[in-house]
């Protein structure tokens, strides 16, 4: 989580900065390759090179190191930016719209899913309520033996403890916006 965290955070003030990270790496001194691993929450930057990146933007480490202690309170995400969490083949995509929240009862999270992709013939069965809304496309829901097909605007919400699977029913592709409670843990 601290890793993802600090990857997060440098590449919002990067981009804050309108600075490639090719930009960062030749202010700061730190390979082009690091900032990159760090951004995409590969690896913890030591505490010189937190401190290379901290003194390229003009700040102090605290701002960073800060922020992944504690996680923040608000988070402010601008249309198509969520942070990508999830990928299998290409033909499913879960974006979240909440990483980075201190201690969060639920996530939001964008699903993108290609034509005839599935959840998988066996009902999934865990802990909480899942709600999802349907922005564009078709999905079909089979939940504790009753089928639900949902279209554009249409909405469903469920206990997760019931088995249930989906299918994108659509010609092309399904974007679904998805609440989960409580939210599942995301390595």
């Known amino acids: 989580m ?4 600090i990857g997060k955070k ?6 804050k ?17 690091m900032i990159s691993r760090i951004e995409r929450g590969l690896t913890i930057p030591s505490v010189e090179i937190l401190m290379r990146l901290a003194n390229a933007f003009g700040m102090s480490i ?5 922020e ?12 198509g930016k969520g942070e990508p969490i999830f990928f299998f083949e290409d033909k499913h995509q879960i974006t979240s ?37 349907v922005v564009e496309g078709s999905l079909e829901f089979v939940i504790d033996g009753n089928r639900y097909v949902l279209n554009e605007g249409d909405s469903l919400v469920f206990k997760a403890s019931l088995p249930h699977r989906w299918r994108n029913i659509h010609q092309g592709t399904t974007l679904v916006l998805w609440v989960v409670s409580p939210a599942p843990q995301v390595e």
Not at 2 to 5: L, P, R
Not at 69 to 74: F, I, L, P, R
């Open 2 to 5: 601290v890793k993802k965290i």
């Open 10 to 15: 440098l590449k919002d003030t990067r981009l």
């Open 17 to 33: 900065n309108d600075m490639t990270i090719q930009d960062l790496a030749e202010r700061s001194r730190v390979s082009s390759n």
């Open 62 to 66: 605290s701002y960073f190191v800060e």
């Open 68 to 79: 992944a202690e504690k996680g923040s309170t608000q988070v402010f995400t601008p249309k």
């Open 97 to 133: 719209l909440t990483q980075g929240i201190r201690d969060p009862s639920f996530t939001v999270f964008y699903d993108t899913i290609e034509e005839g992709c599935s959840s998988g013939e066996g009902g999934m069965v865990h802990t909480g309520e899942e709600f999802a809304q």
